[in-house]
T-cell receptor
Framework: GQQVMQIPQYQHVQEGEDFTTYCNSS?????IQWYKQRPGGHPVFLIQ?????EVKKQKRLTFQFGEAKKNSSLHITATQTTDVGTYFC?????????????FGRGTSLIVHP | DTGVSQNPRHKITKRGQNVTFRCDPI?????LYWYRQTLGQGPEFLTY????????KSRLLSDRFSAERPKGSFSTLEIQRTEQGDSAMYLC????????????FGPGTRLTVL
């Protein structure tokens, strides 16, 4: 089945530094989603990317979908302590008419003040 | 409507017992999903419903796991003959069909099997 891999697993940064997490799929994705999970919380939807090469921005967050639609990235500029959490990418496996959302393992961001 | 709710929030049970969790989705959402999440991992898809129909159940972890959504509103996830390896957070999410990939998650039920 489809596999979604994320790197790094953990990232420590000083407040104000930038952060990037990368997501790679074993298969071509029709679309990809990003979620954020705060410590002790539940995943919260951030954004969906659909088009090849698409770039979307949300304030200090920049999301990118690769040209081949097999990889994606999330970049945070000038991290703040409120950015702490685990960031997951997810892509649906739709082979054979099924719909199976597949999440990556996540990248945990730790911001040191 | 304040979002997806799940009950109970915590469940401690002894190995071999049956447990049932409930999920109440956002009222207008016709899709409902169940996931399992263990420490350091992303949500692992188990099954989903569209209205009352269970459209995908091949990823339920074993035949001890079953889910229902009898009236197309709330859903229950049952685990029979629990094992210690079933200890995890069980998350429910809901969405509209038209925006199926934008899922709203509930707070989860944390299961501990002793």
């Amino acid at each position: 089945g489809q596999q979604v891999m994320q790197i790094p697993q953990y990232q420590h940064v000083q407040e104000g530094e930038d952060f990037t997490t990368y997501c790679n799929s074993s298969t071509t994705l029709s679309n990809i989603q990003w979620y954020k999970q705060r410590p002790g919380g539940h995943p919260v939807f951030l954004i969906q990317l659909v088009k090849s090469g698409e770039v979307k921005k949300q304030k200090r967050l920049t999301f990118q979908f690769g040209e081949a639609k097999k990889n994606s990235s999330l970049h945070i500029t000038a991290t703040q302590t409120t950015d702490v959490g685990t960031y997951f990418c997810a892509g649906p496996e739709t082979s054979g008419g099924s719909y199976i959302p597949t999440f990556g393992r996540g990248t945990s961001l730790i911001v040191h003040p | 409507d304040t979002g997806v709710s799940q009950n109970p929030r915590h469940k401690i049970t002894k190995r071999g017992q049956n447990v049932t969790f409930r999920c109440d989705p956002i009222s207008e959402h016709n899709r409902l999903y169940w996931y399992r999440q263990t420490l350091g991992q992303g949500p692992e898809f188990l099954t989903y419903f569209q209205n009352e129909a269970q459209l995908e159940k091949s990823r339920l972890l074993s035949d001890r796991f079953s889910a229902e959504r009898p009236k197309g509103s709330f859903s229950t996830l049952e685990i029979q003959r629990t094992e210690q390896g079933d200890s995890a957070m069980y998350l429910c999410a809901s969405s509209l069909v038209s925006t199926a990939n934008e899922q709203f998650f509930g707070p989860g039920t944390r299961l501990t099997v002793l």
